[in-house]
């Protein structure tokens, strides 16, 4: 993504919005919200030229709280709109955000549609497990035979593996990172917008409120007669998931079959990077289509005065 | 008419002969029936010519040319239950019937003696054709030639010039293709001279001369003059989902990409085409899709979102067809007003406009980007499979138009545009979420406010990316920043504004583009139809008046927001009503009750799939002049 430094540096403040806050206190969104900042921070994003996109649900109010252009949109259909908008301006830096419920249950079908086109965005999704805002149904991440105090039976279907759809779709970039480690979580997403292409990261997200399951107290492992975290960074046990060579079809093939396999690992559960490769955007491709909408973007394009008049000599 | 086998060419030759008239100066009016299917169910077309404008079909033609068995008797032999009956019913009486003798086909079977029937040897005509340039051994693979075979001889009946014929093959077929081209003209000049000797072929009853001087006129598709209307009026981007019979305005416009700096997105469904537009019209360009009911069933949420948003956009062509569900997806319906009138959960503005022809499928598809950007709402522009497939003479095409009208839109850092004035978010400490109780002094803000409540009553849009114009928009209520409000008096406030839009544009719309009074005045009769019905209803009219019946026509074309006062005013002064509809429950006439009080106790309706025919509607009318009560409509059944 184009990204163009102003003259004064930006501070962390510079990405808030005045707005009360209304999650519950301890929420992970915070965490998550505080990593999205701190990477606009780290790349200097100008506000003006920042699009936040959201779905529904506790996530989806997450763009209210940052400076930047905000959509609030649609129950699972955010990816569909950030993207119309991503290709009417490709000036802009793109966010998209949103739950998994929202991501990955009613918005699988565009999460899958994201990951063909590879248009260039970093998708930030919040998986907490539940559906918060509707106090604590199970999502799609929930596993098979597994009850929060919120849910009066247990979950009869099982969870997806986030990372492992991604790969079939065809994301380019696929983390995964923790909500209350903002730091690293910062460092995730601001590669993941740096990324040329369509990027996933997957946060795993506490639910205070309803999911007494993932606490902030099971991720560190508390429960543990070792007292370890139930986390581990995937480049600390010299895992490397980036393709150096994207015309090496064996080493792409390779390198996503690894991340499969770490996506399955469940305790502890890597974070960090599985998988990254630099292929053409759809931007590419439609530049090489429409070499104008490569010199500027189509909302600057003058599309006012079109001639027709060789269509109609055709009809006679 | 033309019928075969879909997959038969049936309308390469139709057009070929619709663009070989059209070019002569006559008039043409072309409709083609076809099954969603890719090959081998029945299709026909009826191309209908003369010297003034035409604009519906006749129940019967002159000319039968029949590619398979199944065009003279139907399907009854090989389907449990018939889907129709051949067309020997729907042929003039001393009409012609070209078959292809290799069917075996008795002429003394279809128990029509007036008629002229001519087994033309088909393939031994392409054989022959190939035989001249040594290809003889090859005929099997120029079956497709047929169609321009029953062209040929087609003519030698009704005796047309045949160079003029020649000359639109041979335009079609230019560079590496013009020898197939030349193939084509051979061998429709061999089935030509074929009938030309039948002795039976002398003084046909039936015969056609090129209008006079050649008119600067055009043959165009419904679809394709939506296409047109779009590219002209500045849409930018243009998502679709395959479906018919909405697909063609798409890949048009696909075909269009490179030379008019469009980008078109196939989407992996109609929630994300809509969605995506308005994705792309939030941005700042004029952005639209199209589709059809199936697909509309989809897209509803994003219609609301559009428009609580306040979006400049989408604008969506929605190509009515049977329905309900996936009902009839090839055939022709009004079945989608009241759907498109009603998408979505809650109460918000959208307009919806019916064009009733090419031209106004022009202006209103056309009018609807400029509604769409001043208004900042969805207009939907309800078209049909009719006006979609139908090919038809346009004379000129009034391609400027209206002018582009971009609305309200800030683009400076300065905030001057509007008057900040509104009510306090009484239940905000800050003004946002209700979470307070505090109170906000909106008219001492001084930044850009996306919803902000302008003296004109239209909020200044912005285009992100532009400095100083920052803004958020949600789905969810909001207040002037576009935060989520659940405050009372600015829901209240933010309700009337966005409703009041409404108000505005059917204010500045002009009348003759709401509706339309055809005919005289003072009639005894007032017909009152909408949408691709138009055409139908004025050559039905125009026979009744030669009649001496005096009939009028009230056209409803602006749906949302209705011009009740105006159309209830007419209504209110007509002797007698009755609706005209190609649906099931008479949909308009509904409206118009719910709008303006007047009862609509005739309708004629037709909900079988196929559009009216001029007879249909005309002998329709006339009893209920007569005094008898309004029955559906069927498709004339043996």
Same mark, same amino acid.
């Given at each position: 993504?184009?990204?163009?430094?102003?003259?004064?540096?930006?501070? @962390?403040?510079?990405?808030?919005?005045?707005?009360?806050?209304?999650?519950?206190?301890?929420?992970?969104?915070?965490?998550?919200?505080?990593?999205?900042?701190?990477?606009?921070?780290?790349?200097?994003?100008?506000?003006?030229? @920042?699009?936040?996109?959201?779905?529904?649900?506790?996530?989806?109010?997450?763009?209210?709280?940052?400076?930047?252009?905000?959509?609030?949109?649609?129950?699972?259909?955010?990816?569909?709109?950030?993207?119309?908008?991503?290709?009417?301006?490709?000036?802009?830096?793109? @966010?998209? @955000?949103?739950?998994?419920?929202?991501?990955?249950?009613?918005?699988?079908?565009?999460?899958?549609?994201?990951?063909?086109?590879?248009?260039?965005?970093?998708?930030?999704?919040?998986?907490?497990?539940?559906?918060?805002?509707?106090?604590?149904?199970?999502?799609?991440?929930?596993?098979?035979?597994?009850?929060?105090?919120?849910?009066?039976?247990?979950?009869?279907?099982?969870?997806?593996?986030?990372?492992?759809?991604?790969?079939?779709?065809?994301?380019?970039?696929?983390?995964?990172?923790?909500?209350?480690?903002?730091?690293?979580?910062?460092?995730?997403?601001?590669?993941?917008?740096?990324?040329?292409?369509?990027?996933?990261?997957?946060?795993?997200?506490?639910?205070?409120?309803?999911?007494?399951?993932?606490?902030?107290?099971?991720?560190?492992?508390?429960?543990?007669?070792?007292?370890?975290?139930?986390?581990?960074?995937?480049?600390?046990?010299?895992?490397?998931?980036?393709?150096?060579?994207?015309?090496?079809?064996?080493?792409?093939?390779?390198?996503?079959?690894?991340?499969?396999?770490?996506?399955?690992?469940?305790?502890?559960?890597?974070?960090?990077?599985?998988?990254?490769?630099?292929?053409?955007?759809?931007?590419?491709?439609?530049?090489?289509?429409?070499?104008?909408?490569?010199?500027?973007?189509?909302?600057?394009?003058?599309?006012?005065?079109?001639?027709?008049?060789?269509?109609?000599?055709?009809?006679? | 008419?033309?019928?075969?086998?879909?997959?038969?060419?049936?309308?390469?030759?139709?057009?070929?002969?619709?663009?070989?008239?059209?070019?002569?100066?006559?008039?043409?009016?072309?409709?083609?029936?076809?099954?969603?299917?890719?090959?081998?169910?029945? *299709?026909?077309?009826?191309?209908?010519?003369?010297?003034?404008?035409?604009? *519906?079909?006749?129940?019967?033609?002159?000319?039968?040319?029949?590619?398979?068995?199944?065009?003279?008797?139907?399907?009854?032999?090989?389907?449990?239950?018939?889907?129709?009956?051949?067309?020997?019913?729907?042929?003039?009486?001393?009409?012609?019937?070209?078959?292809?003798?290799?069917?075996?086909?008795?002429?003394?079977?279809?128990?029509?003696?007036?008629?002229?029937?001519?087994?033309?040897?088909?393939?031994?005509?392409?054989?022959?054709?190939?035989?001249?340039?040594?290809?003889?051994?090859?005929?099997?693979?120029?079956?497709?030639?047929?169609?321009?075979?029953?062209?040929?001889?087609?003519?030698?009946?009704?005796?047309?010039?045949?160079?003029?014929?020649?000359?639109?093959?041979?335009?079609?077929?230019?560079?590496?293709?013009?020898?197939?081209?030349?193939?084509?003209?051979?061998?429709?000049?061999?089935?030509?001279?074929?009938?030309?000797?039948?002795?039976?072929?002398?003084?046909?009853?039936?015969?056609?001369?090129?209008?006079?001087?050649?008119?600067?006129?055009?043959?165009?598709?419904?679809?394709?003059?939506?296409?047109?209307?779009?590219?002209?009026?500045?849409?930018?981007?243009?998502?679709?989902?395959?479906?018919?019979?909405?697909?063609?305005?798409?890949?048009?416009?696909?075909?269009?990409?490179?030379?008019?700096?469009?980008?078109?997105?196939?989407?992996?469904?109609?929630?994300?085409?809509?969605?995506?537009?308005?994705?792309?019209?939030?941005?700042?360009?004029?952005?639209?899709?199209?589709?059809?009911?199936?697909?509309?069933?989809?897209?509803?949420?994003?219609?609301?979102?559009?428009?609580?948003?306040?979006?400049?956009?989408?604008?969506?062509?929605?190509?009515?067809?049977?329905?309900?569900?996936?009902?009839?997806?090839?055939?022709?319906?009004?079945?989608?007003?009241?759907?498109?009138?009603?998408?979505?959960?809650?109460?918000?503005?959208?307009?919806?406009?019916?064009?009733?022809?090419?031209?106004?499928?022009?202006?209103?598809?056309?009018?609807?980007?400029?509604?769409?950007?001043?208004?900042?709402?969805?207009?939907?522009?309800?078209?049909?499979?009719?006006?979609?497939?139908?090919?038809?003479?346009?004379?000129?095409?009034?391609?400027?138009?209206?002018?582009?009208?971009? #609305?309200?839109?800030?683009?400076?850092?300065?905030?001057?545009?509007?008057?900040?004035?509104?009510?306090?978010?009484?239940?905000?400490?800050?003004?946002?979420?209700?979470?307070?109780?505090?109170?906000?002094?909106?008219?001492?803000?001084?930044?850009?406010?996306?919803?902000?409540?302008?003296?004109?009553?239209?909020?200044?849009?912005?285009?992100?990316?532009?400095?100083?114009?920052?803004?958020?928009?949600?789905?969810?209520?909001?207040?002037?920043?576009?935060?989520?409000?659940?405050?009372?008096?600015?829901?209240?406030?933010?309700?009337?504004?966005?409703?009041?839009?409404?108000?505005?544009?059917?204010?500045?719309?002009?009348?003759?583009?709401?509706?339309?009074?055809?005919?005289?005045?003072?009639?005894?009769?007032?017909?009152?139809?909408?949408?691709?019905?138009?055409?139908?209803?004025?050559?039905?009219?125009?026979?009744?008046?030669?009649?001496?019946?005096?009939?009028?026509?009230?056209?409803?074309?602006?749906?949302?927001?209705?011009?009740?006062?105006?159309?209830?005013?007419?209504?209110?002064?007509?002797?007698?009503?009755?609706?005209?509809?190609?649906?099931? *429950? #008479?949909?308009?006439?509904?409206?118009?009750?719910?709008?303006?009080?007047?009862?609509?106790?005739?309708?004629?309706?037709?909900?079988?799939?196929?559009?009216?025919?001029?007879?249909?509607?005309?002998?329709?009318?006339?009893?209920?002049?007569?005094?008898?009560?309004?029955?559906?409509?069927?498709?004339?059944?043996?």
């Amino acid at each position: 993504m184009s990204i163009n430094a102003p003259a004064k540096p930006l501070t @962390l403040k510079d990405y808030k919005s005045d707005l009360h806050n209304d999650w519950c206190p301890g929420c992970g969104d915070f965490g998550i919200l505080t990593g999205i900042q701190m990477a606009l921070q780290q790349l200097q994003i100008e506000p003006d030229k @920042l699009a936040v996109y959201s779905g529904i649900g506790c996530s989806g109010k997450t763009p209210h709280y940052i400076n930047g252009y905000g959509f609030h949109t649609l129950h699972g259909r955010v990816l569909t709109v950030a993207t119309g908008g991503r290709l009417s301006n490709t000036d802009l830096t793109v @966010l998209a @955000l949103g739950g998994d419920g929202d991501g990955y249950g009613i918005g699988a079908g565009y999460f899958v549609g994201a990951g063909r086109r590879n248009a260039d965005f970093a998708y930030i999704v919040h998986n907490n497990n539940v559906y918060g805002l509707t106090k604590g149904q199970a999502s799609p991440t929930l596993s098979k035979g597994k009850k929060t105090k919120s849910m009066p039976e247990q979950a009869i279907q099982d969870g997806i593996n986030p990372v492992a759809m991604a790969i079939a779709s065809g994301y380019t970039f696929i983390a995964r990172a923790y909500a209350l480690e903002p730091k690293y979580l910062a460092s995730i997403i601001a590669r993941a917008i740096r990324h040329k292409g369509s990027a996933l990261v997957d946060v795993l997200q506490t639910c205070p409120t309803y999911n007494d399951l993932y606490t902030k107290e099971w991720y560190e492992g508390a429960d543990l007669p070792e007292k370890r975290s139930r986390l581990y960074k995937l480049e600390e046990k010299g895992y490397d998931g980036k393709v150096q060579d994207p015309t090496d079809e064996q080493e792409m093939i390779a390198k996503k079959a690894a991340a499969v396999a770490r996506s399955y690992e469940a305790d502890p559960i890597p974070i960090g990077v599985y998988y990254e490769v630099e292929l053409p955007t759809y931007e590419d491709a439609v530049f090489q289509r429409i070499p104008a909408l490569g010199e500027k973007p189509l909302v600057e394009q003058d599309v006012f005065h079109r001639d027709v008049t060789p269509l109609l000599e055709g009809m006679r | 008419m033309i019928g075969g086998p879909q997959g038969s060419g049936i309308n390469a030759s139709a057009e070929v002969f619709a663009k070989a008239c059209s070019r002569a100066g006559l008039r043409v009016y072309a409709n083609i029936e076809y099954h969603s299917n890719i090959m081998g169910k029945h *299709s026909f077309y009826r191309v209908r010519v003369d010297d003034e404008d035409v604009r *519906s079909y006749k129940d019967k033609a002159d000319i039968l040319v029949a590619l398979d068995q199944e065009t003279l008797t139907g399907d009854g032999d090989h389907r449990r239950w018939a889907t129709h009956y051949g067309h020997l019913g729907e042929i003039n009486e001393g009409g012609g019937v070209i078959f292809d003798s290799e069917i075996g086909f008795d002429p003394a079977t279809a128990k029509r003696p007036d008629l002229r029937f001519y087994a033309v040897p088909f393939m031994e005509i392409i054989k022959k054709a190939l035989e001249e340039v040594g290809k003889g051994e090859q005929a099997r693979r120029y079956e497709v030639m047929k169609n321009t075979v029953g062209l040929g001889a087609s003519l030698a009946l009704c005796d047309y010039p045949f160079d003029l014929v020649a000359e639109v093959i041979r335009s079609q077929f230019k560079g590496k293709r013009s020898e197939v081209g030349e193939l084509n003209v051979r061998a429709a000049k061999l089935a030509f001279e074929h009938v030309k000797q039948h002795e039976n072929a002398k003084e046909f009853p039936y015969t056609l001369k090129p209008g006079g001087e050649p008119k600067a006129r055009i043959l165009a598709k419904g679809y394709e003059i939506h296409a047109i209307a779009k590219l002209k009026a500045g849409c930018a981007f243009q998502t679709y989902y395959p479906i018919s019979p909405a697909t063609d305005e798409s890949v048009y416009l696909e075909r269009q990409q490179r030379e008019y700096n469009l980008l078109v997105v196939q989407c992996e469904d109609e929630i994300a085409s809509i969605n995506m537009a308005v994705g792309a019209a939030h941005m700042g360009v004029r952005a639209s899709t199209a589709t059809s009911g199936p697909g509309f069933a989809l897209m509803v949420e994003g219609i609301g979102f559009a428009s609580i948003t306040e979006c400049p956009g989408p604008v969506l062509v929605m190509y009515q067809r049977g329905g309900p569900s996936t009902g009839m997806p090839t055939r022709q319906e009004q079945g989608d007003l009241q759907f498109a009138l009603h998408p979505a959960q809650g109460e918000f503005p959208h307009v919806v406009i019916a064009p009733g022809d090419l031209r106004e499928c022009y202006q209103d598809t056309f009018s609807a980007f400029n509604w769409a950007e001043r208004y900042q709402m969805p207009v939907i522009v309800l078209s049909d499979k009719k006006l979609a497939s139908v090919y038809t003479t346009i004379d000129k095409l009034e391609l400027r138009w209206p002018d582009i009208d971009r #609305g309200e839109v800030f683009t400076g850092t300065e905030w001057t545009a509007v008057d900040a004035k509104g009510p306090n978010d009484s239940g905000s400490q800050t003004g946002h979420n209700g979470n307070g109780n505090g109170k906000m002094d909106l008219a001492n803000v001084k930044e850009y406010l996306r919803y902000a409540f302008a003296k004109d009553g239209i909020s200044p849009r912005s285009r992100p990316g532009v400095t100083g114009g920052r803004h958020w928009i949600t789905s969810d209520e909001h207040d002037p920043d576009g935060h989520i409000t659940e405050g009372v008096e600015m829901r209240v406030a933010m309700m009337n504004k966005r409703m009041n839009k409404l108000k505005l544009l059917q204010k500045a719309m002009p009348q003759e583009q709401q509706y339309f009074l055809h005919g005289p005045k003072d009639a005894d009769l007032t017909v009152l139809a909408w949408g691709s019905t138009k055409g139908t209803i004025l050559d039905a009219l125009k026979a009744l008046e030669a009649q001496g019946k005096k009939i009028n026509f009230l056209q409803c074309r602006l749906m949302r927001p209705f011009p009740a006062e105006a159309v209830g005013a007419i209504l209110r002064s007509a002797k007698r009503i009755v609706s005209i509809e190609e649906n099931y *429950s #008479g949909q308009l006439a509904q409206l118009v009750q719910e709008q303006t009080g007047v009862m609509i106790d005739q309708r004629i309706n037709k909900f079988d799939g196929r559009p009216f025919s001029e007879d249909e509607v005309a002998n329709a009318l006339a009893k209920v002049y007569d005094g008898a009560k309004a029955e559906p409509v069927v498709t004339h059944v043996h």
